[in-house]
């Protein structure tokens, strides 16, 4: 059972382009979210998706950025006019359910961008 | 105040030693903790869940959660020098989305 899968590993966009993440969940998981870890921060939430629903996008920047998890195909994480402050690690989990309860969430390898 | 509050250390301690790892909540409603471990570079691994007041244990890793004091805490038996990363402590948000809130994380040092 392959795990979370994410691509590209890294990604060096110029400011001013788009960036396009993408995460395959594991199979059988429905349930994906995004997080964000700056360089020496903490994982920050940005969005919860289901298939074809974002359920709490509460953590996402106001502009630029957006998601989608399509009935058919992998998450994408947008990033539009990229800017240095964007630079990041971009991570991906996914889990069965939602990850209250007793629910575990698994993360993919990650995108690390560049914005040069 | 911080959702979810670890000491950032480094923490080191010798080979073989017992390494504690501590993390405190905000929101009394949390029902999901877990422990995750980052390598630098690498993508957090999940390495513990707890969900019921008291100790559990895997192997050499012992999760421990008081909610009354809104505590959580991370035993690693016997370390090892594999055993240097970052551990991270993940609390659920609740509500409808039950999105993960994080710590900074801890560093832990073994060393040899």
């Known amino acids: 059972n392959a795990g979370v899968m994410q691509n590209p590993r890294h990604l060096v966009r110029r400011r001013g382009q788009e960036a396009r993440l993408r995460c395959s969940p594991m199979?059988?998981?429905?349930?994906v979210y995004w997080y964000r870890q700056l360089p020496e921060e903490g994982l920050k939430f940005m969005v919860y998706l289901q298939k074809e629903n974002i359920i709490d996008e509460s953590g996402m920047p106001k502009e630029r950025f957006s998601a989608e998890f399509p009935k058919e195909g992998p998450s994408i994480l947008r990033i539009q006019q990229v800017v240095r402050g964007d630079s990041a690690a971009y991570f991906c989990?996914?889990?069965?359910?939602?990850?209250?309860?007793?629910?575990?969430?698994?993360f993919g390898q990650g995108t690390r961008l560049t914005v040069v | 105040q911080k959702e979810v509050e670890q000491n950032s250390g480094p923490l080191s301690v010798p080979e073989g030693a017992i390494a504690s790892l501590n993390c405190t909540y905000s929101d009394r409603g949390s029902q999901s903790f877990f422990w995750y471990r980052q390598y630098s570079g690498k993508s957090p691994e999940l390495i513990m869940s707890?969900?019921?007041?008291g100790d559990k244990e895997d192997g050499r890793f012992t999760a421990q959660l008081n909610k009354a004091s809104q505590y959580v805490s991370l035993l690693i038996r016997d370390s090892q020098p594999s055993d240097s990363a970052t551990y991270l402590c993940a609390v659920n948000g609740g509500g409808a989305t039950n999105k993960l809130i994080f710590g900074t994380g801890t560093l832990l040092a073994v060393q040899p």
């Open positions: 989990a996914s889990s069965p359910l939602p990850t209250g309860g007793h629910t575990e969430a698994f």
């Open positions: 199979k059988g998981h429905s349930h």
């Open positions: 707890i969900y019921s007041n």
